[in-house]
């Protein structure tokens, strides 16, 4: 009788080890990329992206005081690290920040508006 009581508390003891071996699986929120199998292929977008094909990159101090002011706003907290770009035609700006997960863009007119369609745009 003691045999047979010892070998069912060894294979409990068996059992609840082998339960807690295993590793846990991460949880969705916290993977940095998680793609599961039968997703579609990640869409993601070349580094030389044609957003800026008419575009001429510029200086901070290449900038009209219409369009500064607008910068000054929180929205573009941190512009002065940012990308600048001018429309080969004059006829406006886009301010491209980058960040590791994502690509924010904003378009300004050429009196330093923002253009409300193209606000912004993620990137994966």
Known sequence: MKKIILAFGAAAMFSVATAYAQAPAPRADSVRDPIKQ??????????????TKDMVRINSKD????????????????????NLYKDKSGNGYMLEFQDPLKT????????????????SRDVD
Do not use: C, H, M
């Not at 039968?38 to 957003?51: I, L, R």
């Not at 924010?104 to 606000?119: I, S």
């Open 38 to 51: 039968g997703d579609p292929a990640p869409d993601n977008v070349p580094t030389q992206a044609t957003y």
């Open 63 to 82: 900038i009209p005081a219409s369009l500064r002011k607008t910068l000054s706003e929180d929205t573009y907290k941190g512009w002065e690290t940012a």
């Open 104 to 119: 924010r863009l904003y378009r300004f007119d050429k009196n330093g508006k923002l253009v409300k369609e193209k606000t």
